[in-house]
């Protein structure tokens, strides 16, 4: 199976976001990914429920939402209703994280869980089996346009044995950095989803930047 590439709308052109929209419908790409952040659980706050929505009228793509916010649960529902077919929660941010991952699969959508880059594969392993998704976050959330954190192929190997472990059929998605210097090794290692963000919006032809990261 060749890699799944999902941009980051983060680094889209919000003056022109129903042509940047238009450009990965059209694309190669497989995924939209959503950057929802709150300014409590990241220093940064991005866009909430009126663009999710504005974006998933227009989206013919599976629709990934990253939730960088603090207590999730409260808005579960409110995401599967705006479309979210993904929805992914951070580790760090959830209590009862799997008391959330059942509210999330109820609600209709796939559930995803994100990590911080400190925070090791271990804490995963009594809810692996109930996942659809783990995000490794391969920069500290919160930004687009950071750089790649090298220790991400250690996780996404540690993570890899887990799954296989666990028979679990769960997917692994790096988030943050993402180039075309790193998506082959990241292949490699065992990702099935990468997030590309500044890489993709900020090249010159968005779509060939696409493909491109697709071959890897
Ligand atoms: O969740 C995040 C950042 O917190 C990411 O999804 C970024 O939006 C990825 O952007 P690039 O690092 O690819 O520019
Ligand atoms: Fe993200």
Redesign the pocket.
């Known amino acids: 199976m060749t890699t799944l590439i999902a941009p ?1 709308i ?2 889209a052109d919000f003056a022109n976001l129903q042509r940047d929209i238009e450009m990965v419908n059209k694309s190669e790409a497989d995924w939209f ?1 959503i ?1 929802i ?1 709150d300014g409590v659980f ?1 220093p940064n706050i991005s866009f909430g429920m009126p663009v999710l929505k504005a974006i998933a009228k227009h989206a013919n793509k599976t629709i990934d939402v ?1 939730l ?1 916010i603090v207590d999730p649960d409260r808005y579960i529902k409110t995401f599967a209703d705006l479309g979210a077919n993904i929805l992914t929660v951070h580790y760090e941010a959830c209590t009862h994280l799997h008391r959330t991952i059942q509210a999330i699969k109820a609600a209709g959508m796939k559930a995803g869980v994100a990590l911080n880059p400190h925070t090791p594969i271990a804490v995963l392993e009594d809810v692996i089996a109930d996942l659809d998704l783990v995000c490794i ?1 391969s ?1 500290n ?6 750089s790649f954190i090298e220790n991400t192929y250690k996780k996404v190997r540690q993570l890899k044995h887990l799954i296989e472990f666990s028979k679990s059929d769960c997917q692994i998605e790096i ?4 180039t075309n210097k790193n998506a082959a090794a990241l292949t490699e290692a065992g990702a099935d989803v990468l ?5 993709v919006f900020g090249s010159e032809d968005p779509l060939a930047t696409i493909a491109d990261l697709k071959t890897m």
């Open positions: 980051s983060l680094a990914h950057d952040m990241v990253h960088m976050m920069v959330p919160g930004f687009g346009g950071q988030d943050g950095g993402v997030v590309a963000g500044s890489y």
